[in-house]
């Protein structure tokens, strides 16, 4: 069965009176996003000359923005988000290489078998299916999406969930063992940061800037 439970998330108003005179940047409320990749992307804009502002967005929310041109770019997503029917480009080089982690509580069966388990409750982030490139009927386990990383590690260390399953770029790791927590990747993406199509030209530009950031840690 899956559940989709809604949670609101407060946003700015910046994007709700959007116009080309500020340039926002959308990004999800992970810990890794916001003390790493959002001051790299902060940093590699200054160096061509915007001064954008950020606004915290949910993982669905977030892309939809972006698509309808309410927010001009996102942080870092998986490059599978950009597709030839939306208006989303990826700019290189990427960020670092992530993967959709199956996280099991101590004393826990970690196996790729939970996932078709009807009996198992697994706490997931949205565009959990997407990411893996599932379609949400091929998985008996009991599925309940959550928009906010923090959330769903709260709810795995409470005990609320035995199981969850998160986006990493494996920073976290050494984190989830001294927890208890085993991990297995389920699939592995690249982590890139991605444009609105009507800023193509800042594509090039950004590239460079991008990758004399990660040269510079």
Same mark, same amino acid.
Not at 59 to 67: H, I, K, P, T, V
């Given at each position: 069965?899956?559940? +989709?439970? !809604?949670?609101? $998330? ?5 994007? @709700? ?5 500020? =340039? ?84 826990? +069966?970690? !196996?790729?078998? $939970? ?5 198992? @409750? ?5 565009? =959990? ?84 950031? +990660?040269?510079?840690?």
């Amino acid at each position: 069965m899956f559940i +989709l439970l !809604s949670f609101a $998330v407060f946003i700015g108003h910046a994007y @709700a009176d959007h116009d080309d005179e500020h =340039f926002i940047i959308g990004y999800v409320n992970h810990p890794r996003v916001v003390n790493h990749y959002k001051p790299l992307i902060e940093k590699a804009y200054q160096e061509i000359g915007i001064n954008a502002t950020f606004e915290v967005v949910g993982g669905e929310r977030g892309l939809r923005l972006l698509n309808q041109e309410m927010t001009d770019a996102d942080v870092i997503r998986y490059e599978i988000v950009a597709t030839l029917d939306n208006n989303l480009i990826v700019v290189e080089p990427a960020l670092a290489y992530g993967a959709s982690l199956l996280l099991c509580a101590r004393g826990m +069966l970690c !196996s790729k078998s $939970v996932l078709h388990d009807p009996d198992t @409750a697994i706490a997931v982030t949205t565009r =959990f299916f997407y990411n893996i490139d599932s379609d949400p009927s091929s998985l008996q386990a009991n599925i309940s999406e959550f928009e906010d990383f923090n959330q769903v590690i709260t709810l795995l260390r409470s005990g609320r969930f035995n199981y969850a399953i998160l986006p990493s770029d494996f920073s976290e790791n050494e984190i989830f063992e001294k927890a208890g927590i085993e991990y297995l990747p389920l699939v592995t993406h690249k982590l890139v940061h991605v444009i609105n199509k009507k800023h193509v030209a800042l594509k090039t530009p950004l590239s460079r800037a991008i990758a004399n950031q +990660l040269k510079n840690q």
